[in-house]
Antibody, heavy 119, light 111 residues
């Protein structure tokens, strides 16, 4: 059974940093690209970042470019999102998700971790 | 990339059929057969319902179907059931953007 379990969310002040983790199990992690997708309270889904299966290529939404860094450790079956210079508009539930067919769709999602940005 | 356009809400009675539209441009929905649909119940993670316009993953009811015409994709749910009440999001690959683009979401109410 495919499982994606996010952790690391919490309360952070504007301008602060946070690192999210996503532990993957039930599939060969190193064979799949991965996404981070977020959802602000009461709002829709928004892509944040993606990474290829070997970590060789990374992609970012314009809104987080130069502030967030996606990475992965295939030996630990773990995906990361390092978030810096956090803004109130970054407050959201962050989902880890498995990419398919390049990055054309997502077939599995984690349960999400909430990031709150507030002073 | 601009978000794809979905109706904010749709409703139907049990047993009826409803269709949710998702309108984009020739640079996304109209240009590629890479439209997917996700169902999200309150407080839960999204779930893949349709990929590549009209393909259903294993385990998804055949009451759910997808189609596309020009720049508009559609999700049809037949034989509406109470459990279908949820938010639905479309997504498409978009030229010039590996990340793709989501629609704004549609709230389905089963009356």
């Amino acid at each position: 059974e495919v499982q994606l379990v996010e952790s690391g969310g919490g309360l952070v002040q504007p301008g602060g940093s946070l690192r999210l983790s996503c532990a993957a199990s039930g599939f060969t992690f190193s064979n799949f690209g991965m996404h981070w997708v977020r959802q602000a309270p009461g709002k829709g889904l928004q892509y944040v970042s993606a990474i290829t299966n070997n970590g060789g290529s990374t992609y970012y939404a314009n809104s987080v470019k130069d502030r967030f860094t996606i990475s992965r450790d295939n030996s630990k079956n773990t995906l990361y999102l390092q978030m810096g210079s956090l803004r109130p508009e970054d407050m959201a539930v962050y989902y880890c998700a498995r990419a398919r067919n390049g990055f054309t769709f997502i077939d599995y999602w984690g349960q999400g971790t909430l990031v709150t940005v507030s002073s | 990339q601009s978000a794809l356009t979905q109706p904010a809400s749709v409703s139907g009675s049990p047993g009826q059929s409803i269709t949710i539209s998702c309108t984009g441009t020739s640079s996304d929905v109209g240009g590629y057969n890479f439209v997917s649909w996700y169902q999200q119940h309150p407080g839960k993670a999204p779930k893949l319902m349709i990929y590549d316009v009209s393909n259903r993953p294993s385990g998804v009811s055949n009451r759910f179907s997808g189609s596309k015409s020009g720049n508009t994709a559609s999700l049809t749910i037949s034989g509406l059931q109470a459990e279908d009440e949820a938010d639905y999001y479309c997504n498409s690959y978009a030229s010039g953007s590996t990340l793709g683009v989501f629609g704004g979401g549609t709230k389905l109410t089963v009356l």
